[in-house]
C-alpha cells in the first residue's frame, strides 16, 4: 500500500479477514480479482481467498 496507514486490523495470527464476519471490510472483486479499497488514500490494494475449516477469509496479497 502506498499510503503506508492501516488498512484493517486482525485478531488472528494468520491475519485473515472472516469474509462473513459483520465488522469486516468489504473486500470486493472485479476482473483483475479480489481487493479491498484503503480507507486512508482509496488504492486498490489485493486480496488472496483463503478457505479454511472455518470458513472463507482473506488476507492480502503478496507481490505477483
Known sequence: ???G???Y???SLEDVIAAD????PKVE???RGDYLRCRNCGARVPMKRIT???GVGFRVAGPP
Request: some cysteine; proline content about 5%.
Open 5 to 7: 496507514g492501516v488498512l
Open 9 to 11: 486490523t486482525a485478531l
Open 21 to 24: 464476519a459483520p465488522t469486516s
Open 1 to 3: 500500500m502506498s499510503c
Open 52 to 54: 479454511t475449516s472455518a
Open 29 to 31: 472483486a472485479d476482473a
